[in-house]
């Protein structure tokens, strides 16, 4: 049986369903461009992927990917849902100094709340930089399905 709570719960849902066009939340977007080397020279084919960092249980939403040109330089962009800001991060992909080990070196990077951008198209794009992949990373990982 259902309690005032759960009615209102369920009205509250079916009106943030109708008023976002039948999506939870309002749609979010983020680009993010840089350049990747290795021992300073680019590093050309290295995996980038975009996501929405979603903490706790839920899993992170993928937003897109790219993999880095022959200068080593990359730009992602993607867009989802959501009811609070975006977390966007990327998480780069990599072999760099790294012989014969298996799986790939996987860091982290948090994108700043400021780069959102409302509807699907950002409008502003995070340069993160010139990033060397010889050093090692605080939050690097190894990674081998991505």
């Known amino acids: 049986m ?8 369920i009205c509250f849902i079916t009106v943030a ?6 999506t939870i939340g309002r749609t979010q977007s983020i680009a993010v461009k840089g350049a990747l080397t290795c021992d300073g ?5 290295v ?8 903490r706790g249980l839920d899993s992170d939403d993928f937003l897109g990917s790219t ?10 962009s ?8 975006i977390d966007p991060k990327i998480n780069i992909y990599h072999d760099c100094n790294d012989g014969a080990k298996p799986c790939q070196r996987k860091f982290t990077i948090g994108i700043p709340d400021k780069y959102v ?3 699907k198209t950002p409008t502003k794009t995070y340069n993160a930089g010139i990033l060397e992949l010889a050093g090692r990373f605080r939050n690097e990982q190894r990674d081998c399905i991505h």
């Open 78 to 85: 993607g867009h989802t849902a959501e009811i609070t800001t």
């Open 2 to 9: 259902f309690s005032v709570k759960h009615f209102v719960f």
């Open 117 to 119: 951008s409302s509807g």
């Open 17 to 22: 369903y109708g008023a976002f066009g039948g």
């Open 47 to 54: 995996l980038v992927k975009l996501f929405d960092d979603d």
């Open 41 to 45: 020279k680019p590093a050309s084919g």
């Open 67 to 76: 993999k880095t040109d022959f200068k080593g330089e990359f730009i992602v």
